[in-house]
């Protein structure tokens, strides 16, 4: 017979209702849903918004920085969903832990529905930067730092996800899928590593 669902499992605060300072005490607090991934993507966050604000500030009527800016608005709002949507994908798996004799299968699956919002947390992460590198040469010296700005915090929206998958991966019981978890976020960060160095040094060389 199937469990039956408790719709309290399935309500989580959200992150739109609150306050920075209490976010900031969610985050440090232990007992709450708030975690490494909420934090993750709101490092992203920050940065779509610094590489919007750099966007905005050149003032460009060209169309391709017209559509990076419209992109980059839809990642903005994206990131704040993903806060919400990653504390949900997490609830499986805290409900399973709160249990002596879970089941183990049961356990990796939860893993594994844990990891699917932090990997698009991630993926967008990249998708931030690659908005950016098209119209990289367009934006204007004054607002170069913010354009660099957001770099970093896409960079570290996804060290905060690959340094939780590493610890995820180490409370996997199949070898492959564990392996696969902790180096697909250390490959793909390897991968765009150049991208991502030559915008930064572009950025701030930028007079």
Request: hydrophobic residues 45%; aromatic residues 6%.
């Amino acid at each position: 017979m199937a469990e039956k669902i408790n719709i309290e499992d399935l309500m989580v605060e959200s992150y739109s209702d609150k306050t920075l300072k209490s976010y900031s005490g969610m985050i440090a607090d232990p007992k709450s849903v708030f975690g490494l991934g909420s934090a993750a993507a709101t490092s992203s966050m920050c940065a779509a918004s610094m590489a919007l604000r750099a966007l905005r500030m050149t003032a460009s009527e060209d169309a391709d920085m017209l559509h990076a800016e419209q992109d980059m608005e839809k990642l903005r709002v994206y990131f704040l969903h993903l806060i919400d949507e990653e504390n949900k994908a997490k609830k499986p798996l805290e409900k399973l832990l709160k249990k002596e004799n879970a089941d183990d299968t049961e356990l990796e699956a939860a893993y594994r529905t844990a990891c699917c919002i932090i990997d698009e947390i991630f993926y967008m992460s990249i998708r931030i930067v690659e908005t950016l590198e098209p119209v990289a040469d367009k934006i204007c010296p004054c607002a170069a730092h913010f354009a660099s700005a957001a770099v970093h915090f896409a960079k570290c929206g996804m060290d905060a996800v690959r340094i939780q998958k590493a610890v995820y991966s180490r409370k996997m019981n199949e070898p492959v899928f564990a392996h696969t978890t902790k180096r697909e976020p250390e490959i793909a960060i390897e991968n765009n590593a150049e991208l991502f160095d030559r915008l930064i040094k572009k950025f701030e060389s930028a007079e």
